[in-house]
T-cell receptor, first 111, second 113 residues
Framework: DGGITQSPKYLFRKEGQNVTLSCEQN?????MYWYRQDPGQGLRLIYYSQIVNDFQKGDIAEGYSVSREKKESFPLTVTSAQKNPTAFYLC??????????FGPGTRLTVT | GDSVTQMEGPVTLSEEAFLTINCTYT??????LFWYVQYPGEGLQLLLK?????DKGSNKGFEATYRKETTSFHLEKGSVQVSDSAVYFC????????????FGTGTRLTVIP
């Protein structure tokens, strides 16, 4: 079945450690996105990539980094520079100029 | 800039009640409008969409009409079920090169038997 997978579902890290969240899609979509969701808030865009080997900062890119070496994969690294990393992270992909398909999310807790 | 304003929640309804969740938007150009639904602990699923003025999106008994004159895209359902309990997000994209989605803050709906 085609879709987007994110792993792991839950992730725990100590403060000061970098952590990488996985996002894989087999939908053959060109564009991929990372969003952050905090309680009671909408989703905010961290980074997006419209094509392999290219990506752009979203609204809240500080403290995060990404890579897009393959069409299927768009990993997100939460660095120690991110002041408030505990959140629910959602990956999405799209082929058209409108509809985005979302993965199940990764809940990151940093203590 | 582009933005979405969504009705504050939470909303609690009895089963079979009528649902309206208000959504208004501000956008340059001609946005596409969406409603996404998020069930507990899951990612977002597209519920319905409309890509031009006066279009009506519908799915699973939910409807929303793209009203350019009032810049609105209100979500409605005639008879809600317990299984409709979720968080609903209104969103838009202006179909520029970036294809970025702008989300509202979400409205939590709880349907009680």
């Amino acid at each position: 079945d085609g879709g987007i997978t994110q792993s792991p579902k839950y992730l725990f890290r100590k403060e000061g450690q970098n952590v990488t969240l996985s996002c894989e899609q087999n939908l053959n979509h060109d564009a991929m996105y990372w969003y952050r969701q905090d309680p009671g808030q909408g989703l905010r865009l961290i980074y997006y990539s419209q094509i392999v080997n290219d990506f752009q900062k979203g609204d809240i890119a500080e403290g995060y980094s990404v890579s897009r070496e393959k069409k299927e994969s768009f990993p997100l690294t939460v660095t120690s520079a991110q002041k408030n990393p505990t959140a629910f992270y959602l990956c999405a992909s799209s082929i058209t100029q409108d509809e985005q398909y979302f993965g199940p999310g990764t809940r990151l807790t940093v203590t | 800039g582009d933005s979405v304003t969504q009705m504050e929640g939470p909303v609690t309804l009895s089963e079979e009640a009528f649902l309206t969740i208000n959504c208004t938007y501000t956008a340059t150009g001609y946005p596409s409008l969406f409603w996404y639904v998020q069930y507990p602990g899951e990612g977002l699923q597209l519920l319905l969409k409309a890509t031009k003025a006066d279009d009506k999106g519908s799915n699973k008994g939910f409807e929303a009409t793209y009203r350019k004159e009032t810049t609105s895209f209100h979500l409605e359902k005639g008879s809600v079920q317990v299984s409709d309990s979720a968080v609903y997000f209104c969103a838009l994209t202006t179909q520029t090169g970036a294809n970025n989605l702008f989300f509202g803050t979400g409205t939590r709906l709880t349907v009680i038997p």
